[in-house]
Nanobody
């Protein structure tokens, strides 16, 4: 099994920054990619950013140029640096992991990010 624990959420003003962290534990040798998703009230959960074992990254159009996903394999941690935050970034942010050729199947509990205008 794989366990994911997010941290770093909070309340920030428009234009501010936050860094989310996701610590991965358990049987992680088979993990191929990690991702950050978010879900705002009344909306579906959507992909924000992803990073593969090889370091390839992908971002949703809405966060390109503002958010950066990275990983520290020595600490089994994935980060999401969020800059120039907007009120529409307000959501619960979830960390997720998947094995090769699988959908994201391991999820954290989520961390709330609130951006005030």
């Amino acid at each position: 099994q794989v366990q994911l624990v997010e941290s770093g959420g909070g309340l920030v003003q428009t234009g501010g920054s936050l860094r989310l962290s996701c610590v991965v534990s358990g049987i992680i040798s088979n993990i191929y990619a990690m991702a950050w998703y978010r879900q705002a009230p009344g909306q579906q959960r959507g992909l924000v950013a992803a990073i593969t074992r090889g370091g390839s990254t992908d971002y949703s159009d809405s966060v390109k140029g503002r958010f950066t996903v990275s990983r520290d394999d020595a600490k089994n941690t994935v980060f999401l640096q969020m800059n120039s935050l907007k009120p529409e970034d307000t959501a619960v942010y979830y960390c997720a992991a998947r094995r090769p050729f699988k959908s994201y199947e391991y999820w954290g509990q989520g961390t709330q990010v609130t951006v005030s205008s």
